[in-house]
């Protein structure tokens, strides 16, 4: 008998808890990116690397500058810039954030899967929330060499985020709902760019001091986990207020995300010897090298090159995220309708849309580059580069759903583990290649992305899948004729499996 007091709170919840969940999950990422890319905006105003004499290298293909006050007529007044860190010392800093990121991934998808993805991504996210509002104290005392420490732990608190995340919506969302959820959930990344560059520009301009972006962005972090303990549960036999209708739907619909070999050993041995997780492995270092480059080192761009102030740069550079934000959902919408027209099917959309969101960036972001000094021209290519970008939450972002519903938290916590060398390389490598910060050293870090993007979507397109794989749930699909590498669940187990599947031939 359910309790009176029960029954009138599953009443008021008119919105189905799923759609809670999603929209949750939109903050929870939202805040992630908030706290990961305000230093990308913030070290525009941190480091005074204004030069002079000797020192200051002749650039013909220069912009002009359009900031109002001006030091000697030579570069902009920043009152706040206390630190005199070269270009690679800052990429240095700015990757410090994916060496945490990346250690903390794969713990972080196994303690999703064993106690729940709730507080695994929710006390990962608070313990960032703290480094932010710490990050002042931090670099005024101890500098960069402290600051990039702190970088790193607030990357292994956001490590689990995606992991857990993955966790969540395998035992929340239906198959033929993912590319609109995902879009939802994952679309946050987009609004915590929008929300961090707009809102980290705001707070600094008119000589605003780059402290008060981390107290803000710390305290919205706390907020979001007051928020998330109180409305989200890791399942949705756990959530005390679900309706009885909405519970059966997600009970009929959502593939192995109860079975019992979410309880089995990982099956690493299976999964590095599959084809189509490699492929998602590669079609995300693609992506995340695209990704991170416009994400880490676009504010640079726009302040060091295109030479805007810094209140336009929070505007200009939060408006491809934006575009991003409103692609993302316009495909999934497409690519979920076409899925339930059987007008092509779920590897198919999975790879239309991964292409989409690889091959276009990697042009256009060429272009802005040999838009030279056009400013609306290259603004232009880089908002029509991030709309393309969206695809890529319809194709390969949820395509571990499609592979392994059971084990997506431990695939994506290997995959985002891995892709995430590119969120270390890319802005070491582009203060490497950009030590002047001109135009020309840009283009050849654009040209470089290009390559990479481009590379690795075809990889992808020839090994992806959209199928639920047989290491997944081997007592539904057994074991492959060809399999030769030891069991993969408890020996007890495999001996039964073995006697279900004898007739299929399936056996070791």
């Not at 689990?160 to 033929?176: D, E, F, I, R, S």
């Not at 997780?277 to 270092?285: K, N, P, R, S, Y």
């Not at 993007?453 to 057994?478: C, E, H, M, P, S």
Request: charged share 15%; net charge positive; with cysteine.
């Amino acid at each position: 008998m359910i309790p009176r007091w029960k029954r009138v709170i599953i009443k008021c919840c008119i919105i189905p808890q799923r759609y809670v969940l999603g929209i949750m999950g939109l903050l929870a990422v939202c805040n992630a990116y908030t706290m990961r890319v305000c230093l990308n905006l913030a070290v525009t105003q941190m480091v005074n690397n204004t030069k002079s004499g000797e020192e200051a290298k002749y650039d013909p293909d220069a912009c002009p500058d359009d900031s109002v006050l001006l030091v000697n007529g030579t570069a902009p007044y920043k009152p706040h810039a206390i630190f005199d860190w070269s270009e690679s010392t800052q990429g240095l800093i700015l990757s410090g954030f994916y060496y945490g990121y990346c250690i903390t991934q794969v713990p972080g998808g196994y303690l999703a899967q064993k106690y729940g993805g709730k507080w695994t991504l929710g006390i990962g996210l608070l313990s960032t929330a703290l480094f932010t509002l710490l990050t002042p104290i931090v670099v005024t005392t101890g500098g960069a060499t402290w600051l990039f420490i702190l970088r790193v732990l607030q990357g292994m608190g956001e490590g689990p985020t995606m992991p857990a995340l993955m966790v969540v919506l395998a035992k929340w969302v239906p198959p033929h709902e993912r590319s609109i959820q995902g879009a939802l959930v994952f679309g946050g990344a987009q609004i915590g760019n929008i929300f961090g560059s707009f809102m980290s520009g705001f707070l600094m301009a008119g000589n605003g001091h780059w402290a008060n972006v981390f107290y803000f962005f710390g305290c919205f972090g706390i907020l979001w986990f007051l928020l998330w303990s109180i409305l989200c549960y890791s399942s949705p036999d756990t959530h005390p207020f679900i309706s009885d209708g909405e519970y059966k739907y997600l009970s009929e619909t959502i593939t192995g995300s109860e079975n019992k070999s979410t309880r089995d050993p990982i099956p690493w041995k299976a999964i590095l010897r599959s084809a189509p997780a490699w492929a998602l492995l590669f079609a995300a270092v693609g992506h995340d090298w695209g990704y991170y480059t416009m994400v880490t080192d676009l504010p640079k761009y726009m302040t060091d090159v295109l030479k805007f102030n810094i209140a336009a740069t929070g505007t200009l550079t939060a408006l491809p995220y934006l575009a991003m934000w409103i692609s993302s959902f316009v495909f999934g919408v497409i690519c979920d309708y076409c899925v339930k027209k059987n007008w092509h099917s779920i590897k198919t959309g999975r790879i239309v849309y991964t292409t989409i969101a690889a091959t276009g960036p990697a042009i256009c972001i060429v272009l802005a580059s040999y838009a030279g000094c056009d400013r609306f021209a290259a603004v232009a290519y880089f908002i029509a580069s991030m709309a393309l970008m969206g695809g890529f939450y319809s194709g390969m972002k949820v395509n571990a759903l499609d592979l392994a519903p059971n084990y997506a938290g431990s695939l994506t916590a290997m995959i985002n583990g891995t892709s995430t060398l590119s969120g270390i390389i890319t802005p070491y490598l582009i203060g490497l290649l950009t030590p002047d910060s001109t135009l020309k050293q840009w283009r050849v870090a654009f040209w470089i992305c290009f390559a990479v993007l481009v590379v690795t979507n075809i990889i992808y397109n020839i090994w992806a899948d959209g199928k639920q794989q047989w290491w997944d749930d081997i007592r539904k699909f057994g074991y492959p004729d060809d399999w030769k590498h030891g069991p993969l669940k408890r020996s007890d187990d495999d001996k039964e499996t073995n006697k279900k599947n004898k007739n299929k031939g399936t056996t070791l």
